[in-house]
């Protein structure tokens, strides 16, 4: 019987793109995408979609069984500077989704989960250059906590039932096919937008703020790879480091006016800074290296480069 994958979230930043891949791997009927809102029309077009609140058990339930799901990608979740303007939601929407999927594998409805984390399990404390796998960990934000006892339980749930369950620490991601919503790290890709259509910016994080960032056909590689994986080779069940590129507004700025010569930043910081200043700097990603041969492709010349060409034709299609 050939795998059957639901994937949660599937219209925001990351299911988008993902749900487009797996789509083409496993075929475009055996992938159901499901969000709390309606998803892009191109996902619509090719494939199943189910509207679903990942807080409802029963449907989620519901439709494990009408599809005979055999994977579930939660990618469900509120971001870094949604939750802190949202504290409740934030913790139980990211909690509870994540327990209700990780029940579903260890009664046996389901074979396997991906369930991504971030560079928001660290903390002030922790190094912030060529952070370790292993480290100090004092995450300061709702976010962050919610998702660093997710990894726990994802550790938990793979020692104590067997439940085959993978993740990584997603850097900030940066894609043109969707926008980014709720994020810290999501100034990266609203850059872009501005300085296509405005030819100028206004950055809410400070110029030499540096963050952990990938371009998204890295991050979508990166996760299908893992998943793909023979289970032996996962040493680690809570989740793993994942590095891309580093880089801070001015030098993503400065990339960009490469493309755009009159492009324009001017910096105006709000209560985002703080998130950002308590993460690191750069990700050591070698257990992803050894395990499962992890390499991303990307640079911030290469990206801003396919960003650019991406985006400007999809606004000039917007025009048409
Ligand atoms: N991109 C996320 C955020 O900024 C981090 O995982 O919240």
Redo the contacts with the bound molecule.
């Keep these: 019987m050939s795998d059957k994958l639901l994937v949660i979230g599937s219209s925001g930043q990351i299911g988008t793109e993902l749900v487009l891949e797996l789509r083409k791997i496993y075929g475009e009927k055996n992938v159901i995408a499901s969000d709390i809102r309606s998803t892009s029309k191109k996902t619509l077009q090719n494939g199943p979609f189910e509207l679903l609140d990942v807080m409802n058990e029963k449907k989620l339930f519901q439709i494990v069984k009408k599809h005979k799901i055999t994977q579930v990608y939660l990618l469900a979740a509120l971001?870094?500077?949604r939750a802190e303007k949202n504290i409740e939601l934030g913790w139980s929407l990211n909690m509870r989704s994540h327990s209700h999927v990780l029940d579903l594998a260890k009664e046996g409805f389901i074979k396997k989960i991906f369930w991504p984390s971030?560079?928001?399990v660290f903390g002030p404390n922790t190094p912030k250059k060529n952070t370790p796998q292993f480290t100090i960990m004092e995450p300061n934000t709702v976010?962050g906590i919610s998702k660093l006892a997710g990894e726990r339980w994802n550790e938990y749930y793979f020692n104590k039932f067997n439940v085959d369950v993978r993740s990584l620490r997603?850097p900030?991601?940066i894609g043109w096919r969707a926008k980014a919503g709720?994020?810290?790290?999501?100034y990266a890709v609203n850059i872009f937008h501005d300085a296509i259509q405005k030819q100028k910016y206004t950055c809410y994080l400070s110029k030499n703020t540096t963050l952990p960032m990938m371009y998204m056909p890295d991050a979508i590689e990166a996760t299908i790879k893992l998943m793909e994986s023979k289970s032996e080779s996962i040493t680690i069940r809570s989740s793993y480091n994942l590095s891309g590129v580093s880089f801070n507004p001015e030098e993503i700025a400065n990339e960009i006016s490469k493309h755009v010569p009159d492009f324009e930043i001017i910096y105006k910081q709000d209560y985002r800074q703080k998130i950002a200043d308590s993460w690191p700097q750069s990700i050591n990603d070698s257990y992803a290296k050894n395990d499962w041969n992890w390499q991303s492709k990307y640079d911030l010349k290469k990206m801003c480069t396919d960003m650019i060409k991406n985006l400007s034709t999809q606004y000039l299609n917007l025009v048409k």
């Design positions: 971001l870094s500077a971030s560079i928001a976010y997603y900030g991601l709720g994020g810290t790290t999501d």
